[in-house]
């Protein structure tokens, strides 16, 4: 018998010269959210759905990690079972320079 093929699991993501200011600051304006972006930075790599320390249920905290990947701030892909989460870092600053160091400084700030 012949075993079934599978596809690997992918995920959206939006080009960013298709994204606006306004998506991405109303995606930050969420004080979890800053959190989650703030811990990709600090992490300065791939950090794993499971692995982030927010105040809300994993449900809720996928819905966070979907709007900031439908406003171009995160990339999420899949490593085996695992969706791993990692900042556009470098694309946020070819587009809105400066605006994502801004945001990640106020944040730890604020913390």
Known sequence: MARP???PRTVEHP???EVTLQQVLE???DPVRRM??????????DKGCGSFDTPV???????HFNVLREAGVIRQHYRGTTKLNSLRADELE???PGLLD??????EAEA
């Open 5 to 7: 093929r599978t596809t």
């Open 15 to 17: 080009d960013l010269s």
């Open 27 to 29: 995606a930050l304006a």
């Open 36 to 45: 989650v972006v703030s811990q990709l930075a600090r992490a300065g790599g």
């Open 57 to 63: 249920s994993d449900s809720t905290l996928t819905h």
């Open 94 to 96: 070819a587009r809105f």
């Open 102 to 107: 801004a945001v990640v400084t106020a944040a």
